[in-house]
């Protein structure tokens, strides 16, 4: 596997469900994020990762709960969803030393369906 | 106001034609601009970026950055069907990078 794995590709769940979604960087990467891409809407960052602390969570409702085992795993956990949640979520990493511009790598997403 | 405008489009246009995609900002604080190209059912990729204010040119695609009117532009010649995707303008902070709604670009052979 290279760049930036999800899984799974798409999800359907109830409102009631719980599940995760899984990221995997095989990039060496030191920082990971979780992004939500709604149609007609600009991609929105719910958390960040740094060196497997969390460094950024803007304001996620806590359906959402991330977790960074190690510096290339990223798991959501999701719970109790609305169907407002229904999107596709992407994972992205990077290497971060401070100032400089360091490439985004995004994986292909999660379609998710909250019914 | 949005951190970052930007039309979503569609745009459609010819094979050949001279595609102008654009994005306003508000924050002048952010030194690092960005175009990102999302294919359909992938995540996207950085096209280009640039530093501050100027152009940057790599073959057809050139971005452009005037940070006294806060404005970014990517430019595409010779365009081709390969080009059709949704162009994202993004802007860089710390851990952060803010993003326009992006632009889907249809060019038609």
């Known amino acids: 596997e290279t760049g930036v794995t999800q899984t799974p590709r798409h999800l359907v769940m109830g409102m009631t469900n719980k599940k995760s979604l899984k990221c995997e960087q095989h990039?060496?990467?030191?920082?990971m994020y979780w992004y939500k891409q709604s149609a007609k809407k600009p991609l929105e960052l719910m958390f960040v990762y740094s060196l497997e602390e969390r460094v950024e969570n803007n304001s996620v409702p806590s359906r959402f709960s991330p977790e960074c085992p190690n510096s290339s795993h990223l798991f959501l956990h999701l719970h109790t969803l609305q169907p407002e949640d229904s999107a596709l979520y992407l994972c992205a990493s990077s290497q971060e030393r401070g100032k400089g511009l360091y490439e985004q790598y995004f994986g292909p997403g999660t379609r998710l369906t909250v019914t | 106001q949005k951190e970052v405008e930007q039309d979503p489009g569609p745009l459609s246009v010819p094979e050949g034609a001279i595609v102008s995609l654009n994005c306003t900002y508000s924050?002048?604080?952010?030194?690092?601009f960005m175009w990102y190209r999302q294919y359909s059912r992938k995540g996207p990729e950085l096209l280009m970026y640039t530093y501050s204010s100027g152009n940057k040119e790599d073959g057809r695609f050139t971005a452009q950055v005037d940070k006294s009117s806060k404005y970014i532009s990517l430019f595409i010649r010779d365009s081709q069907p390969s080009d059709s995707a949704t162009y994202l303008c993004?802007?860089?902070?710390?851990?952060?990078?803010?993003f326009g709604t992006g632009t889907r670009l249809k060019v038609l052979a």
């Open positions: 993004a802007i860089r902070g710390t851990y952060k990078y803010i």
């Open positions: 924050n002048s604080a952010f030194q690092y």
């Open positions: 990039l060496g990467h030191n920082a």
